[in-house]
């Protein structure tokens, strides 16, 4: 069985982190303050995870079974107790278990999953995905800086749409457990072509 660590979640619909990638943060709520305080005194990690958005329970909702722990990687700690930060991605997770704690914050048993750093995408996958990115930005007036996208290795250009796309829940969550980096790109190509169009030729089913 593979090992396993305890980590402090931060349930956010929407919100995707990937190894190697940043996401800023700003954390306002008293349990998450405290979730940073204990990070900033052990070892900074925060782990990132969807919660499920038919969960019946508002205040800890059911969770999605991966998400990515992060490092924090820059911290500014307000006067009025809430902090700005940066994380930055360490590596994907699948949660075995949560924990019954004492404290505000979750906390769960995880299976740290095993990060990939060489993969690249074909040159043809490569530019369908430029080709759609810069429709998808057309339609929904993103000003993009294309000269520095074409300068992007293919992880950091799939994984940097995917963290900021303005994708529902459940698309989000699909791109975040895609396996491998082609999957994760052909499925880009395909939520950019359905929530960038609107008329109704174009359908995506997500399990």
């Known amino acids: 069985m593979s090992e396993t660590t305890r980590l402090s979640i931060f349930p956010l619909p929407g919100a995707l982190l990937f190894p190697q990638l940043h996401l800023p943060l700003h954390i306002f709520e008293p349990r998450h303050r405290a979730m940073v305080s204990d990070a900033m005194a052990r070892d900074r990690r925060i782990a990132m ?49 949560e924990l019954v704690v004492t404290t505000p914050f979750r ?3 995880a299976e740290l999953l095993p990060l990939a750093t060489d993969e690249t995408l074909s040159l043809g996958a490569r530019a369908a995905l430029e080709l759609e990115s810069r429709r998808f930005a057309d339609a929904h007036g993103y000003a993009v800086d294309w000269k520095s996208v074409g300068r992007l290795d293919d992880m950091s250009l799939v994984n940097g749409i995917a963290q900021i796309a303005p994708f529902d829940v459940a698309a989000k ?19 950019m072509q359905f ?4 008329d109704g030729e174009d359908r995506v089913t997500l399990q």
């Open 49 to 97: 995870i969807q919660p499920r958005p038919d969960s019946d329970d508002v205040d800890a909702p059911d969770l999605f079974d991966v998400g990515c722990v992060g490092k924090i990687a820059e911290v500014e700690a307000l006067d009025d107790g809430r902090y700005n930060l940066i994380l930055q991605g360490v590596s994907l997770f699948r949660l075995r278990r």
């Open 107 to 109: 906390q769960v048993e």
């Open 173 to 191: 969550q699909a791109l975040l457990e895609a396996h491998d980096l082609a999957a994760r790109a052909e499925l880009l190509v395909q939520l």
């Open 195 to 198: 929530f960038g169009r609107h």
